[in-house]
């Protein structure tokens, strides 16, 4: 079974609808059993809470497939000792140093983490 990236993201967005709806029928079924749930505070915080679960699906779908976006293909190169920048390195890349590289003018140094 092969499924695309499309294909993937329209079953987990399936399944999250799925635990919303799920999810907020059982609120409402918890606060239709409570006598105490006939307040409009109650009301106000059952809303809040359904309202709580949809947002927090979105945000996880976003985070699981986040939105495409264009970014300009580049090249880095990244100095470190004993490094030198020969006919490998393209003339137009990025081009930074580690601490224990020796710094070269022109050339950003970049801690090692």
Excluded: K, Y
Aim: charged share 10%; proline share 7%.
């Amino acid at each position: 079974m092969n499924l695309s990236t499309s294909g993937i993201a329209l079953f987990v967005a399936a399944l999250l609808v799925l635990g919303v709806v799920l999810s907020s029928v059982r609120l409402l079924a918890l606060a239709r059993h409570r006598a105490d749930r006939s307040s409009g505070r109650a009301a106000g915080w059952l809303a809040v809470l359904c309202i709580l679960q949809l947002a927090s699906a979105l945000l996880l779908w976003l985070t699981l497939f986040p939105p495409q976006s264009p970014v300009e293909a580049g090249t880095l190169v990244v100095l470190t000792a004993g490094a030198t920048t020969g006919p490998g390195s393209a003339p137009a890349a990025h081009t930074v140093a580690l601490p224990e590289s020796r710094v070269r003018p022109g050339v950003e140094l970049v801690p090692d983490l």
